[in-house]
């Protein structure tokens, strides 16, 4: 049984014959239904140069989610900081939590959410592409919301007040800095599901009492396509499957089609590639999603899940977090 929290990551996926403006409002739609169902918070990722997502502007799309919806916590999954002066996000994330107290999420990750040289265009240099400053400028962010070291540029908004911050990472460096600083964790495991009890037990070994949290608080995110059949679910999750291996490839597109994406000709390496994708995933009837979200909470004993559906239509997507909630709470 799964006593902890549900959380929703969504990265306003941009399908094929849409536009970008038709993915962000159909994660509007998403964000107020899945507020209805229960779900405690919503976070949209960042991204760049993929044509299939929209969410490249985390902070301007979260004050409007915030706007559309009433009680869900709404944030990043997460802000890059090493594309970003920290003053910027600290003012960004400061006037947020001014205009929405208590409700506002600031995941911060190290990777650039994106290749090379879009990550050279938003920095303008080629100093801080190996995020080595990362720890430095979460440091120099962290201050400008608390005010802990006097500095003589004050972040206004800001300064008192400040979003709940949380580390997010897919390997071990995020996880020990976030326990070293007593911070909250979130992990990709839906990307990187090799790595995630590594990584959950270097937070835990590393956590330090801190002024956010007494102890430990994992969050651990799941690619989760729920439909009513197992058959139905993997048909609705291959065009997901199928945007990935593109990127992977040098060739990202719009998310496809669920037809598209199973007439596509795959080899038998892109097959294998795939399989790997959804290892350790929730893809399935309700009956499967449960057992295997039941399983990845017992071993990785998550205090909240963050799912995640990659899905092509918004009615599909909608559906499958109210399949994934019910078969969780009426277990």
Same mark, same amino acid.
């Given at each position: 049984?799964?006593?902890?929290?549900?959380?929703?990551?969504?990265?306003? @996926?941009?399908?094929?014959?849409?536009?970008?403006?038709?993915?962000?409002?159909? #994660? #509007? $739609?998403?964000?107020?239904? *899945? $507020?209805?169902?229960?779900?405690?918070?919503?976070w949209v990722? $960042?991204?760049?140069? !993929? @044509?299939?997502?929209?969410?490249?502007? @985390? =902070?301007?799309?979260?004050?409007?989610?915030a706007a559309a919806t009433s009680t !869900?916590?709404?944030?990043?999954?997460?802000?890059?900081?090493?594309?970003?002066? /920290?003053?910027? *996000?600290?003012?960004q994330f400061g006037t947020l939590s001014a205009l929405h107290p208590g409700r506002i999420d600031l995941g911060i990750g190290r990777a650039p959410g994106t290749d090379q040289a879009t990550a050279l265009a938003l920095r303008r240099t080629v100093e801080g592409l190996s995020a080595e400053q990362f720890p430095q400028e979460?440091?120099?962010? !962290?201050? !400008?919301?608390?005010?802990?070291? /006097?500095?003589?540029?004050?972040?206004? @908004?800001?300064?008192?007040?400040?979003?709940?911050?949380?580390?997010l990472g897919s390997s071990g460096f995020s996880a020990q800095l976030a326990g070293m600083l007593g911070l909250p964790f979130s992990f990709a495991h839906h990307f990187s599901a090799a790595n995630t009890l590594p990584a959950l037990a270097l937070y835990?070994?590393?956590f330090r009492p801190s002024r956010w949290l007494d102890k430990p608080y994992a969050m *651990?995110?799941?690619?989760?396509?729920?439909?009513?059949t197992d058959e139905r679910a993997q048909w609705l999750a291959r065009p997901s499957a199928l945007s990935f291996l593109r990127l992977r490839q040098g060739r990202p597109q719009a998310l496809a089609t669920p037809e598209e994406a199973a007439a596509y000709p795959y #080899?038998?390496?892109?097959?294998?590639?795939?399989?790997?994708?959804?290892?350790?995933?929730?893809?399935?009837?309700?009956?499967?999603?449960?057992? =295997?979200?039941?399983d990845l909470q017992e071993k990785t004993h998550a205090d909240e899940l963050m799912l995640t559906a990659l899905v092509y239509d918004v009615e599909d997507r909608i559906r499958s977090f109210e399949l994934a909630k019910k078969a969780i709470t009426e277990s």
């Open positions: 049984m799964i006593d902890v929290p549900l959380s929703v990551l969504d990265v306003a @996926p941009v399908a094929a014959g849409a536009s970008s403006g038709d993915a962000l409002r159909a #994660t #509007t $739609e998403l964000a107020r239904a *899945v $507020e209805r169902m229960g779900y405690q918070r919503f990722a $960042e991204h760049h140069n !993929m @044509p299939a997502i929209a969410s490249s502007a @985390p =902070a301007v799309l979260i004050a409007h989610l !869900m916590r709404i944030g990043s999954g997460g802000v890059m900081l090493p594309n970003h002066a /920290p003053l910027v *996000v600290a003012e979460l440091a120099e962010l !962290m201050n !400008m919301f608390t005010g802990e070291q /006097p500095r003589r540029i004050v972040a206004t @908004p800001g300064l008192g007040e400040s979003p709940v911050v949380w580390l835990r070994q590393s *651990v995110a799941v690619a989760t396509v729920c439909a009513d #080899t038998e390496i892109e097959r294998e590639f795939m399989a790997e994708r959804w290892e350790g995933q929730a893809i399935g009837s309700p009956e499967t999603v449960r057992r =295997a979200l039941e």
